[in-house]
């Protein structure tokens, strides 16, 4: 069974920085992957998708990942942080064959941005 | 950009009262999930609908809960007797993208 790690429960970065938030994942072979981002009290945004090809993967709000297999990562990046990134952010894995889009998600990392 | 809506945005019940939880998915999506998220964790895989029947689903979805789409749009969850435990997120899902949930509280 597939399932995602995501080691911090909370992280606090400065307007203006640079963001890196981490995502491990477990699966027995290429998985499909995921990041959501989640405002309080509100849904599921999709932030980018991987499924092949390239490893580096472009999504909204200036968000990108890199899926490295070595790693079994699928971290989360932005250069320059807003205050409207603060949220909680999700990663999920889905299992290749079949329902793609069933999904596990990890327990997410909370998002604080200081002015 | 077409999008998921689920209906109503919070449901308050009594324990052992029955509800029905609806969602318009996207038209032409083939896949369709309904997720629960209870407050302060993670989001947790209910159920996969797939060519108008189950085709996975999760411990958590017993005999409680039933799904079905009725008239080829609407996609409804159905708690029959509701529980305390029952007090969560719902969302559906049409393939990777989510609707905005549906609050749930058991009294």
């Known amino acids: 069974a597939q399932s995602v790690t995501q080691p911090d429960i909370h992280i606090t970065v400065s307007e203006g920085a640079s963001l890196e938030l981490r995502c491990n994942y477990s699966?027995?072979?290429?998985?499909?992957l995921f990041w959501y981002v989640q405002s309080p009290g509100q849904g599921l945004q999709l932030l980018l998708k991987y499924f092949s090809g390239d490893t580096l993967v472009q999504g909204i709000k200036g968000f990108e990942a890199e899926f490295k297999r070595s790693q079994s990562s699928f971290n989360l990046r932005k250069p320059s942080v807003h205050w409207s990134d603060a949220a909680e952010y999700f990663c999920a894995v889905g299992a290749r064959g079949g329902s793609n889009y069933k999904l596990t998600f990890g327990k997410g990392t909370l998002l604080t941005v200081n002015p | 950009e077409p999008e998921v809506t689920q209906t109503p945005s919070h449901q308050v019940t009594q324990m052992g009262q029955e509800v029905i939880l609806r969602c318009v998915p996207i038209s032409n999506h083939l896949y369709f999930y309904w997720y629960r998220q209870i407050l302060g964790q993670k989001v947790e895989f209910l159920v996969s609908?797939?060519?108008?029947?189950?085709?996975?689903k999760s411990e958590i979805f017993d005999d409680q809960f039933s799904v079905e789409r009725p008239d080829g749009s609407n996609f409804t969850l159905k708690i029959r007797s509701t529980k305390l435990e029952d007090s969560a997120m719902y969302f559906c899902?049409?393939?990777?993208?989510f609707g905005p949930g549906t609050r749930l509280t058991v009294l």
């Open positions: 699966y027995g072979a290429t998985p499909y």
């Open positions: 609908f797939y060519n108008n029947e189950i085709s996975e």
């Open positions: 899902a049409s393939e990777q993208f």
